[in-house]
Each structure stands twice: as structure tokens, then as C-alpha cells.
């Protein structure tokens, strides 16, 4: 059975990092690409973060502007997410997919198959 389980979230004051882990189960991390999306309180879902199979390549939203890393340990079948420097408009529920086609895109999100439940980001003084 295909899990995927986020963890990690909390409340941070502005300019804090979090670390986010989206912990996989049921699958061979190494053949599938995970991405990270968001969304928050009335808006769109949109992603935020993805890592293809095999070469680990990456993809970002533009508008991150370089302070989140994703990243993947094959061996605890987990999918990273550091996300630094956070602002308040980075409050969302996140979420960690995986993606049916070894390449990933954040922008394709109807490319992703299994979902978890989410973790919550709250980034407020």
C-alpha cells in the first residue's frame, strides 16, 4: 500500500527555518519523483518543490526565490524539504506527492498520484 506521510511542520517566527519530512512507504523511492506542494487559508494549492527519479534533479517554484532545498535519503525512503529565511506568506498546509512519471514538475501537479495528509507551517511573531 502507497503511503505518504509529512511531518516536521510547527509555528516559526519570521526569518526561522523548519525541515519538513515526507516519510514513503509502499513504493521504490528511487524509481518515482516526490514533490512538496502548499496551500493556504482560500487559495490554489500550488507546488513548491520536486525531485525526479534516478539523477535527483530538482525543480522549484520561482517565486521561493532560492530558500527551500528538497532533498531525498534513499535509504530511510524520506523526501526532505529546508525551507529557510520563512515569511509569513509561507503559511500552509504542506503537502509531499508522488509523481507518476520519473521526471517531475511543480507545475504539473495532475502528474502526481498518491498524496499524503499534510503538515501544518505557521509562520508568525
Known amino acids: 500500500q502507497v503511503r505518504l506521510v509529512e511531518s516536521g511542520g510547527g509555528l516559526v517566527q519570521p526569518g526561522g527555518s523548519l525541515r519538513l519530512a515526507c516519510t514513503t512507504t509502499g513504493f521504490t523511492l528511487h524509481n518515482y519523483g516526490v514533490g512538496w506542494f502548499r496551500q493556504a487559508p482560500g487559495k490554489q494549492r500550488e507546488g513548491v518543490a520536486c525531485?525526479?527519479?534516478?539523477?535527483?534533479?530538482?525543480d522549484y517554484a520561482d517565486s521561493l526565490q532560492g530558500r527551500f532545498t528538497i532533498s531525498r535519503d534513499k535509504a530511510k525512503n524520506t523526501v526532505y524539504l529546508q525551507m529557510n529565511n520563512l515569511k509569513p506568506e509561507d503559511t500552509a498546509l504542506y503537502f509531499c506527492?508522488?509523481?507518476?512519471?520519473?521526471?517531475?514538475?511543480?507545475?504539473?501537479?495532475?502528474?502526481?498520484?498518491?498524496w499524503g495528509r499534510g503538515t501544518q507551517v505557521t509562520v508568525s511573531s
Open positions: 525531485v525526479s527519479a534516478r539523477d535527483d534533479s530538482t
Open positions: 506527492a508522488r509523481g507518476f512519471y520519473a521526471k517531475c514538475g511543480v507545475q504539473r501537479e495532475n502528474e502526481f498520484d498518491y
